[in-house]
Nanobody, 120 residues
Framework: QVQLVESGGGAVQAGGSLRLSCAAS????????ITWFRQAPGKEREFVAS????????FYADSVKGRFTISRDNAKNTVFLLMASLKPEDTAVYYC?????????????WGQGTQVTVSS
């Protein structure tokens, strides 16, 4: 059974940092693209950052570029999202998702989400 499990969310003051984790299990993800999305109350889900499971091609939304860093640890089967200089507008539920390759646009697997709350 394939699972993506997020953790690391919480409440932090503006300017603070959090590191989210997305632990993957149940299959080989060698060609997969792992993406972080977020959804704030009353808003549509939006792309945050993505990375190839091999570690290449990190890509960021303009709203987080320079503040967030996506990385992976293959030995731990985990993708991380290090979030620094957090702003209240970063408040959302953060999800990780996996799609089989950069050529495929639909996501096969989703995590359950982790809440991030940034207070001013």
């Amino acid at each position: 059974q394939v699972q993506l499990v997020e953790s690391g969310g919480g409440a932090v003051q503006a300017g603070g940092s959090l590191r989210l984790s997305c632990a993957a299990s149940g299959r080989t993800f060698s060609t997969y693209v792992i993406t972080w999305f977020r959804q704030a109350p009353g808003k549509e889900r939006e792309f945050v950052a993505s990375i190839l499971w091999s570690g290449g091609n990190p890509f960021y939304a303009d709203s987080v570029k320079g503040r967030f860093t996506i990385s992976r640890d293959n030995a731990k089967n985990t993708v991380f999202l290090l979030m620094a200089s957090l702003k209240p507008e970063d408040t959302a539920v953060y999800y990780c998702a996996a799609r089989p390759s950069i050529l495929k646009k639909t996501y096969d697997y989703w995590g359950q989400g982790t809440q991030v709350t940034v207070s001013s």
